[in-house]
């Protein structure tokens, strides 16, 4: 059954269950109170006529002794006077004949004609009768406000004797039993005995009331009532059940993606309340659906971006920058962060930044300054424990140096698992766990609500790629960089060298500088191996690479050309400045010998036992001085270098000048025989280009490598 059906149906059971109940109520107790009421109405009636003849007897007894008592020469005289007045029909003085009569004090069966009340005076007896006619029968009737039937004699047969009813009614209620109540058609009857002081037998007779009436106008009622319940019922099930209708439309529409659906809001019911809210839930789910999506696009384009950049390009500033954007867009946290882990000193260090304030809010050049102790804060347990964190704090956040926010969450930026990395703490491969690279932290989710347990996991999501990304940018670099170093003694190889000369020669060229090369050549080297072996040589060769690498200013670069020959740049630097840099580095390799097994010491100096003395010679060339191009400058160093050897070795030589088309700089000339240390300034020119410097020049400091 439809939800109309039922509440029709239970709009007519409370509707018309009370009425037809109240129908037949009202039926039974008013049929019998008509019935009490109208033999009530009987016994009224009998009372009544009883009372009336009762008088009429005591009327006739008084005026028949009033008689009586009279001298009998009044007798008559009275008689007349009283029958005149209306006492009696007849007064009968003497013994006279009355058959037919019936005496108020005992009456007696047989016919009734009239009623007779005697009174004795002696031997004479006066009796005053009442004859009975259709008048005395219609004044009883009047009287007693019911229908009288004077029968015709005692008990049941008597026909009637008088009546006010008509003859055919008068008939049936001579048949009615001494006093019971009876019913004949549309009457009720009431039957009076003779008794003395009521000496006639008597019907009383009432209509009975129309009960068919009565229930006609009952069943017309309920009727009439069921036909408007019914249309009530309808009225009412359809304004109820078509905004339900409507409803469960906008529902399978809503639920069919139509989120635009609404209903009509119509009336200011309940139904009308729930329309309105269903509208309003729609739209915001509307508006939810559209913010998600918009979401969804976008976190999209982050992420298209955040491939495309973590496929094309190496820049892990770059890397940090799209992850720390996309992180913000799809958790809406109003700044963060990204820090990684310095090796060199074990703290965090800041990469990028965005939304941050106080003194974290600086620019991006300095946010390498910011640095947060691995244990220290929030983001440096993070860094510690490799768990992820989130919560809430006041302002100012109760961090010690760190971010001042209302909440926050912070991941740890790790490594992959199965990957080992020698740039981070940690041996990922030993211990099967990730190693942290950093930290990616977001502050104050705009909205009064905190991250939650989603905003985590797309956090988690985001670091684990920005691991992946600082791993691969750092196996990148060191892949590179193993790919530019020689790998015994730590110094640029051969492939850097040539690109370094080239950029240098470049540059030298562009800005009217000088450039000079060092090419150095260990001396005797093969008696080294031959004497101690090649892990001896190998020592050898790792300690000379130190040695250059500390008699060398930061903007110099030094690389082994191969076996044991070395190339040193210095940019900036003059015949002169070479000559002076040749003496420290010759001084400095000659001086102290190489200890080989450094386990075997003396017992009481404690030196080694075992170590070799090694001299270097060293070839010097000016750019461009003694070539206009890299390979130039190389060759004429390596040929100052071959002339330091046939000089004796543990020298310098200066290249020999060559003729250039405009000669910036007259380099002085180093004599082969002058051994090293020992520079010839009688044979050194002082004659230099205008702006240039003649003597040796201070080194323009920087950032080396």
């Not at 009047?142 to 004077?150: C, D, I, K, P, Q």
């Not at 002058?674 to 020119?685: Q, R, S, Y």
Request: charged content about 20%; hydrophobic content about 45%.
């Amino acid at each position: 059954m439809t939800l109309r059906g039922r509440l029709t149906t239970a709009f007519l059971a409370v509707v018309l269950g009370p009425v037809l109940l109240g129908s037949f109520f009202v039926g039974v107790t008013v049929a019998t109170v008509s019935r009490d009421r109208t033999v009530e109405r009987l016994e009224h009636a009998a009372t009544t006529v009883r009372t009336a003849i009762g008088a009429m007897c005591r009327q006739l007894q008084a005026t028949a002794d009033a008689v009586a008592v009279l001298p009998a020469a009044d007798r008559r005289s009275a008689a007349d006077q009283l029958v005149t007045r209306g006492l009696a029909s007849e007064i009968r003085i003497g013994g006279s004949d009355l058959d037919g009569r019936r005496d108020c004090a005992a009456p007696a069966g047989g016919s009734v004609t009239a009623i007779v009340a005697r009174a004795r005076q002696g031997e004479v007896t006066v009796a005053a009768v009442q004859a009975l006619d259709a008048a005395f029968v219609a004044r009883l009737a009047a009287s007693s406000g019911a229908e009288v039937t004077l029968l015709a004699g005692d008990g049941p047969g008597a026909g009637p004797a008088l009546s006010s009813e008509p003859p055919e009614i008068s008939r049936a209620v001579a048949a009615a039993l001494p006093g019971d109540v009876t019913a004949h058609g549309h009457r009720r009857l009431r039957a009076v005995t003779a008794e003395p002081g009521q000496p006639l037998p008597l019907v009383v007779s009432v209509p009975q009331p129309d009960a068919v009436g009565l229930y006609a106008l009952l069943i017309a009622g309920v009727v009439l009532v069921a036909a408007t319940a019914m249309a009530v019922a309808r009225w009412l099930a359809r304004s109820t059940t078509r905004p339900l209708e409507e409803l469960a439309w906008a529902v399978g529409k809503v639920a069919d993606g139509e989120l635009g659906t609404r209903v009509p809001v119509g009336r200011d019911d309940e139904l009308g309340r729930l329309a309105g809210t269903f509208n309003r839930m729609t739209r915001e789910l509307q508006a939810y659906v559209q913010a998600l999506t918009a979401s969804r696009d976008q976190l999209r384009g982050h992420l298209a971006i955040l491939g495309d950049t973590l496929s094309s390009t190496h820049d892990l500033h770059r890397i940090l920058e799209v992850i720390l954007q996309t992180a913000l867009s799809a958790t809406g946290a109003r700044a963060g962060i990204v820090l990684l882990l310095d090796p060199a000193d074990g703290r965090l260090v800041a990469r990028c930044a965005e939304g941050l304030t106080g003194r974290w809010d600086v620019p991006e050049a300095e946010l390498a300054a910011l640095r947060v102790p691995l244990g220290t804060g929030i983001l440096g347990a993070v860094a510690v424990t490799g768990e992820p964190r989130r919560g809430i704090c006041g302002i100012g956040g109760g961090m010690l140096d760190e971010p001042a926010c209302r909440t926050y969450v912070a991941v740890p930026i790790c490594a992959p698992a199965t990957v080992g990395d020698p740039l981070v703490p940690g041996d990922t491969v030993l211990t099967g766990q990730p190693a942290t690279l950093g930290v990616l932290a977001l502050y104050d989710r705009l909205g009064a609500d905190g991250f939650d347990d989603a905003d985590l996991l797309t956090l988690r999501t985001f670091a684990g790629q920005a691991g992946v990304a600082v791993h691969n940018v750092r196996m990148h670099e060191e892949a590179q960089r193993l790919s530019l170093t020689d790998p015994l003694t730590g110094l640029w190889n051969y492939r850097y060298l040539r690109e370094s000369l080239r950029r240098e020669v470049e540059r030298a060229s562009r800005f009217g500088r000088m450039l000079t090369v060092l090419v150095l050549d260990l001396d005797h080297f093969k008696d080294v191996n031959d004497t101690y072996g090649h892990a001896a040589g190998d020592t050898v060769l790792r300690e000379f690479a130190r040695r250059i690498r500390v008699g060398l200013r930061e903007v110099d670069v030094a690389f082994r050309q191969g076996g044991e020959e070395f190339v040193v740049l210095l940019p900036e630097t003059d015949a002169f400045g070479g000559v002076i840099v040749a003496e420290r580095l010759g001084a400095a390799i000659r001086e102290i010998p190489v200890p080989i097994d450094a386990r075997r010491q003396d017992a009481t100096t404690g030196r080694p036992l075992d170590q070799v003395s090694i001299s270097v010679s060293i070839g010097i060339a000016v750019y461009p001085e003694h070539g206009t191009t890299a390979q130039q400058v190389l060759d004429a160093a390596d040929d100052a270098l071959y002339a330091a050897k046939n000089a004796g070795r543990d020298t310098y030589r200066l290249a020999e000048s060559r003729p250039a088309p405009a000669p910036t700089v007259t380099e002085p000339v180093v004599s082969a025989g002058v051994p090293e240390g020992h520079f010839d300034h009688a044979t050194a020119p002082d004659v230099a280009a205008p702006g240039m410097p003649g003597g040796p020049q201070a080194p323009r400091q920087g950032r080396g490598r």
